[in-house]
């Protein structure tokens, strides 16, 4: 941005930093490829050092290889650790030995564009309380191209299966920021890329030490940071490339685990929506807590309520009445459910369809609502629709909640298990195909027809089982 270029900075008012990157197995090309930008793009009077974690890599050229390669940067410091230790520990480690004021994480596989590490560190100077990320730019796969990201960058997020996902920023957000340049407040971090004052990151309790490998972290860095009174933000100035890999380098078993840690530290009863979305993580062992816990009490954080109406207003809470989500079970075909796959992973068409019961919530997870919609949450809501003079039922993004909810998204479920589409006049029934498969249409209500009687499944909101 031509703006960002405009912009000054006095090296000698800016705090130092440390680059801590930590790896395993990764490939050599992408991880020089990161050193050197590092190197290149960071002025030596910001750049304490940087900091290699090897986590316990197997591939040979990671050792004396690389040791000979980094030996005549007297700036680049490898530390191996003697066992796997998984990303949150490997990075702190790496942090332990860090002398810079700031600690900027990278992954591995980036590279930083110059001016990258100036907006980072100012803006840390100015409010110590902040995490800031820069703008994560995708390095393609296949061509190693670099995309910058041309309109304005996207925020952090979730949704209440507790995966990640991107957004635009939100219409207030935007009307709120005296200029383009300004740092942009994000709900949740992608993970990898940040920078964080040294001091402070200590203050709030680094990391959680018990989360495993891969994943969760970052969104319990993210509740956490907002929840106890500083702040996350992504500076549309700073640019880093990061390769998304298409396969990482080492299985991700740990995933349900840490997120299953963060939601039960930071979650309160919200906690609920994810599990009910997931309910594997329901009976998922997640180690001792209560460090965690005490952070919190002794930080004296705020609520997951306090988060979700002053940080992320626009996610949409679930209602999830009692009895009244989970997957919807046909009471016509033994044992199948209403299934909905996204485009994205279903070419031939977004339709509900039916599916035997996985009992994995997801695709097969639905909730009825006080709107009478029967609503969907992926990385948008969703509603179950009829289109006009179609006998499928498609999804379309539920009305946000002051305007008014068109006919096509209302359901009434009725006493007998009946799912009826009053606009249309039509009930869902399942049904099996000339070919045997099972699919659902909607068709004529006809009383006493099992084909179009549905109930929920696993509708309870049970706690996790300590
Ligand atoms: C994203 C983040 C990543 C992390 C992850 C959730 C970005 C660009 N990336 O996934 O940083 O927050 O979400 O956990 O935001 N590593 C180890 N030991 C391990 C596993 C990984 O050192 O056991 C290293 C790995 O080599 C890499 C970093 O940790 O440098 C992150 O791993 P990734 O690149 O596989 O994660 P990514 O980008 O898919
Ligand atoms: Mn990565």
């Not at 680059?19 to 030596?44: C, D, G, K």
């Not at 939601?263 to 594997?280: G, S």
């Amino acid at each position: 941005m031509i703006r960002c270029r405009a912009k000054k900075f006095d090296y000698r008012r800016l705090p130092t930093t440390s680059v801590i990157i930590a790896f395993y197995n990764e490939a050599w090309s992408t991880l020089l490829r990161t050193i050197h930008s590092v190197l290149e793009s960071t002025p030596a009077v910001l750049l304490r050092e940087i900091i290699l974690i090897d986590d316990f890599s197997d591939r040979v050229y990671l050792k004396s290889q690389l040791e000979q390669y980094i030996s005549n940067w007297e700036r680049v410091r490898l530390i191996r650790t003697n066992k796997r230790e998984g990303l949150v520990r490997a990075r702190l480690i790496g942090a332990s030995y860090a002398t810079g004021d700031v600690l900027t994480f990278l992954d591995c596989h980036c590279e930083c564009v110059p001016g990258w590490i100036e907006p980072l560190l100012e803006r840390i100077g100015e409010n110590e309380s902040t995490i800031v990320c820069p703008v994560i730019d995708t390095i393609d796969w296949n061509s190693f191209e670099f995309y910058m990201q041309t309109d304005e960058p996207m925020i952090g997020g979730f949704d209440w299966r507790l995966t990640f996902q991107w957004h635009a920023i939100p219409e207030v957000e935007r009307k709120k920021r005296k200029s383009r340049i300004e740092p942009i407040r994000s709900p949740t971090m992608a993970g990898g890329l940040f920078a964080v004052s040294k001091a402070y990151f200590e203050h709030l309790g680094t990391y959680d030490m018990g989360m495993d490998v891969w994943g969760g972290e970052n969104l319990e860095l993210s509740f956490r940071v907002w929840q106890c009174g500083g702040s996350l933000e992504i500076h549309p100035c700073s640019h880093v490339g990061h390769v998304f890999p298409k396969k990482a380098p080492y299985a991700r078993p740990k995933f349900l685990q840490n997120t299953v840690r963060a939601a039960e530290v930071w979650m309160d009863t919200y906690k609920q929506h994810f599990y009910n979305r997931n309910p594997p993580a329901r009976k998922e062992t997640y180690g001792d807590i209560s460090e965690r816990v005490v952070i919190r009490e002794r930080l004296k954080c705020n609520g997951f309520d306090w988060y979700l109406n002053n940080v992320y207003p626009d996610l949409h809470v679930p209602e999830d009445r009692d009895g009244w989500h989970g997957a919807l079970l046909s009471s016509g075909i033994h044992s199948e459910c209403l299934d909905y796959n996204a485009p994205e992973h279903n070419p031939t068409g977004a339709h509900v369809s039916l599916f035997s019961c996985h009992g994995q919530g997801g695709n097969q997870y639905f909730e009825y609502t006080t709107h009478k919609e029967i609503r969907y949450n992926s990385v948008t809501e969703l509603c179950a629709e009829v289109p006009e003079g179609q006998i499928y039922i498609g999804m379309t993004h539920c009305p946000h909640d002051r305007t008014p909810t068109p006919p096509t998204i209302i359901w009434e479920f009725r006493e007998d298990g009946t799912l009826y589409h009053p606009h249309s006049g039509m009930c869902i029934t399942s049904y099996r195909t000339a070919e045997g498969r099972t699919d659902v249409q909607m068709r004529i209500c006809t009383s006493g027809d099992k084909q179009q009687r549905w109930k929920f499944e696993n509708g309870r909101d049970e706690p996790h089982p300590k």
